[in-house]
């Protein structure tokens, strides 16, 4: 479960355009994800800049979409630049849906303060 510091951060920087409604009810997620859409530039270990598109974030994780022939390996080291804010993680998941590659970002926890 996140942290209380984790939470505000995911509300307060996270600056992406929220789909006004919920991932769907029956998921069997400990954190609610929202649907979001917004810009980024992946930055994974071992590869070039990658522009990636943002479609779900939570305060533990992040779904990201690369139109791009590069895999990035589920275990990469990556960090996440755009507008307003950064975050770092590690890769959970990656998988193709046609050209598009998905990929699951677990979230590195903010360092206390």
Excluded: N
Aim: aromatic fraction near 6%; proline fraction near 9%.
């Amino acid at each position: 479960m996140a942290s209380d510091r984790s939470r505000r951060w995911f509300t307060e920087s996270l600056q992406v355009l929220p789909i006004p409604f919920m991932m769907s009810t029956d998921e069997r997620r400990l954190e609610t994800r929202l649907r979001s859409r917004g810009i980024a530039t992946l930055l994974p270990e071992g590869h070039a800049p990658i522009p990636c598109h943002i479609f779900d974030v939570s305060p533990s994780g992040v779904g990201v979409e690369l139109d791009t022939p590069v895999v990035v390996d589920p275990g990469t080291a990556v960090a996440i630049d755009g507008a307003g804010f950064a975050a770092q993680g590690v890769v959970r998941y990656s998988y193709r849906v046609g050209q598009v590659l998905r990929l699951g970002i677990g979230l590195k926890p903010l360092p206390a303060a």
